[in-house]
């Protein structure tokens, strides 16, 4: 199996005419914000770029995604959107050959709890398709969210040098 499913898939169904399997992209400008304590998904434009997505994956090697809870842009009944290939706990994708969705700076779309938390991996990877880079398939940056505030940090410090001193 390919590392990258995604790929393979859009040039076999050969909707990304040229799209070659080596053609990638490092991007930080599209993100997955990805909730760890409730699954909660959502693709962010974090930059001043406007991108013209049709094309997206979300895969995990530790099979940690949710199909079930996966809200997809087709199931939104946002134009053009399809779902593609075998939809399981290691790859989410979708294609629009007919048009795109473009994302503003600081725009998101929410894919609802497409992530297991349950699963005890963060290990995903997201990948997209921006018509502003042709031919290139971009790698975006996965962010778990919420990080651990110092706040907590800090309570679970006091109480673990308290109950050492209490000993």
Do not use: H, K
């Not at 199996?1 to 859009?10: A, D, E, H």
């Not at 909660?40 to 994956?57: H, K, L, P």
């Not at 979300?58 to 995604?65: E, G, R, T, V």
């Not at 706990?89 to 050959?97: D, F, T, W």
Request: with cysteine; glycine share 8%.
């Amino acid at each position: 199996m390919s590392i990258n499913r995604f790929s393979t898939l859009t040039v076999a169904t050969g909707l990304f005419c040229g799209l070659a399997t080596d053609a990638f992209g490092q991007s930080d400008v599209l993100s997955l914000d990805v909730d760890r304590r409730t699954g909660e998904t959502q693709i962010i434009n974090r930059f001043s770029a406007t991108v013209q997505m049709n094309g997206y994956s979300i895969q995990s090697p530790a099979s940690s995604l949710d199909p079930a809870g996966w809200l997809s842009l087709e199931q939104q009944g946002i134009d053009g959107w399809q779902e593609v290939g075998t939809v399981d706990v290691s790859l989410l994708a979708e294609l629009n050959p007919t048009s795109n969705s473009t994302l503003m700076p600081f725009d998101s779309l929410n894919l609802g709890m497409a992530y297991n938390p349950l699963a005890g991996a963060e290990d995903l990877f997201f990948e997209y398709v921006d018509l502003n880079e042709p031919g290139v398939v971009l790698r975006g940056s996965v962010e778990y969210v919420p990080e651990p505030s110092a706040t907590m940090l800090t309570i679970l410090g006091v109480c673990g040098a308290a109950a050492l001193r209490f000993r």
